[in-house]
């Protein structure tokens, strides 16, 4: 029997009603998991800060090379374990990078992570933040250069075969910011830190991900649940590092393919309803996957699936999804599993 593979895609930056804060995609995640010989996804699913949750078929994927995959260009490698290489932002305080180095020392000490020795870029790294029209978020760095070369000495001097960066993000107080801590508006800092760690993964073809140096945040009892995991500590790092240690190693070859996931076994992708205007669902529509598009998984982008000309199956909820994914693992149409049945007609 076939291995039932789905990839779970929640858009990064968008205000998504689940998954747009910190890790709160991740029960979804771990439902689908079950149901599921592998799970694909991408950090801003699987990351909650200092809160993570170990799935051994659950495969770690950045989003640039989440596109590249559902493309066919390229294929994902299982590994045991990565070295994964910290890369820090000149621009963190002294304080504040000891924090982050504190946190990766223990994962090393309490989670038997493999880590390189850290580098820090030459230059300040200087991200800025933006919002589109439409209230998603994206961003800019001043420096990539100072990123592709500390990058480059982690791989050439560390051997690392994974990078995680933090980068010093602006302190500034915002509406956005405090919107998205008291659960009703969008992760401010998430379109930045997809523009990091797809130039990484872009460049270098290994996995990649960000997370955000921040100075503390005053104390608000009115932070929602979905948000309360960046409440925990100084540093968010803790989840990129375990996420990184199992990611799979991009294939960019088919000759290389004998252990190889290639997105042609994908048996189903599920995706926000107004969101399916990515590169790895307009990708997809082309192929033999079936797309589950979940309408309560609201965001601020209103792309259905319709005007693309994308066919999928809607449905209200994950939990309804679930249902789905049920059905078509045991191998059993979805749409009989209904009071009324119509009869057959000829074509």
Not at 5 to 30: K, N, Q, S, W
Not at 216 to 224: A, N
Request: aromatic residues 6%.
């Amino acid at each position: 029997m076939s291995t039932f593979t789905v990839v779970l895609i929640v858009p990064t930056g968008v205000g998504a009603a689940i998954g747009g804060y910190a890790g709160d995609a991740l029960p979804v995640a771990r439902a689908i998991a079950q149901i599921s010989d592998r799970l694909i996804t991408h950090p801003n699913v699987l990351n909650g800060a200092q809160l993570y949750w170990p799935l051994e078929n659950t495969y770690y994927v950045e989003g640039y090379g989440l596109d590249r995959f559902a493309a066919q260009e390229w294929g994902l490698r299982p590994v045991r374990q990565n070295k994964v290489g910290l890369l820090l932002d000149r621009g963190i305080e002294p304080e504040l990078r000891l924090r982050q180095i504190q946190a990766a020392d223990a994962t090393r000490a309490t989670l038997g992570l493999n880590l390189t020795d850290y580098v820090v870029t030459d230059a300040p790294l200087e991200v800025e933040l933006r919002t589109a029209d439409s209230g998603a978020s994206w961003g800019t760095i001043g420096n990539p250069g100072s990123l592709l070369r500390a990058a480059q000495k982690l791989i050439d001097r560390g051997g690392a075969e994974a990078i995680a960066i933090v980068a010093r993000f602006p302190d500034e107080a915002s509406v956005e910011l405090q919107n998205y801590r008291h659960g009703s508006g969008v992760d401010y800092l998430a379109g930045a830190e997809a523009v990091i760690s797809h130039l990484i993964v872009r460049h270098f073809q290994i996995p990649a991900a960000h997370a955000p140096a921040l100075g503390p945040v005053s104390v608000d009892p009115k932070v929602s649940p979905r948000a309360a995991a960046e409440e925990l500590g100084y540093t968010f790092l803790p989840c990129v590092l375990v996420g990184l240690s199992r990611a799979p190693q991009f294939i960019t070859t088919q000759t290389d393919s004998r252990e190889a996931i290639w997105s042609e076994s994908v048996d189903v992708a599920i995706v926000p309803y107004n969101s399916c205007g990515g590169s790895a669902i307009l990708n997809m529509a082309n192929s033999k996957t079936q797309i589950i598009a979940v309408s309560n998984n609201t965001t601020q982008i209103q792309v259905p699936p319709e005007p693309l000309g994308i066919k999928v199956t809607k449905v209200n909820s994950y939990l309804e999804a679930l249902g789905i994914l049920a059905a078509c693992r045991a191998g059993i149409d979805f749409r009989v599993l209904n009071p009324s049945i119509s009869s057959l007609r000829c074509l």
